[in-house]
């Protein structure tokens, strides 16, 4: 059985008074085995960003069924929904979502904190995420006082803190130079390397050629799948 499987997923919302529908997604099967690098490319209104929201359990498809490590995700409660986010998924995202307040420590802390992990194990936690993205120096930084690529990093630390099986990026070189883009997904590429799911939205084809293998979107069907001879590449 497949980590994560897609059984004819469609994704459909009303605009306005609900008199036109929006057919985001159009039947969408796929599967991704757990370990795999994969790229997901597509312009605006592609479906990518629906379907990212589906596979980090953010949302549920209007019919068809999304299978998680077994589970028929999308019968699932919403506090049940949440629970597999704290418990398997870590989120990346392009405005890096990090509270200007609070240190790169604390940031990273954050969902420890709602997972309900007691302070002092939470922080320690917390500083070997920042160790491993090469920022245990920063830890004390607001994120005002970091780079944007820095800030990516923080953020990156946030969603490996409860040691996630499962990592979504989404457009997560968005913000950066290049420099700090390659930075970023050759870090995402160490992550994969070490056994974790990683899932890009991108619709940069120079990210993508990171990634082992690219799904590419449009109109809510995906149109091409397809796998590198040797991998990703480095960009």
Known sequence: MSFIELKDVHKVYSTGRGSVRV????????TVEEGE???????SGSGKSTLMNILGCLDRP?????????????????????????RTIGFVFQSFNLLQRLDAV????????????????RREAAGRALEMVGLGGRMRHRPS?????????????RALVSRPRLVLADEPTGNLDSAA????????GELNSGGM???VVTHEPEVAAYTPRVLKFKDGVCI?????????ASA
Do not use: K, W
């Open 145 to 157: 006082e970091l780079s944007g690529g820095e800030q990516q990093r923080v953020a990156i630390a």
């Open 224 to 232: 091409e799948d397809s796998v590198a001879a040797s991998g990703g």
């Open 181 to 188: 883009s390659c930075e970023i997904m050759e870090m995402l």
């Open 62 to 86: 209007t019919s068809g069924e999304y299978i998680l490590d077994g589970q028929v995700v999308s019968e699932l409660s919403s506090d049940q929904l949440a629970d597999i986010r704290n």
């Open 37 to 43: 690098f994969v790229s997901i490319m597509g312009h």
């Open 23 to 30: 057919n985001a997604l159009s039947g969408v099967s796929l």
């Open 197 to 199: 799911t990683v899932i």
């Open 106 to 121: 604390s940031n990273v802390e954050m969902p420890l904190i709602y997972a309900g992990v007691a302070q002092r194990e």
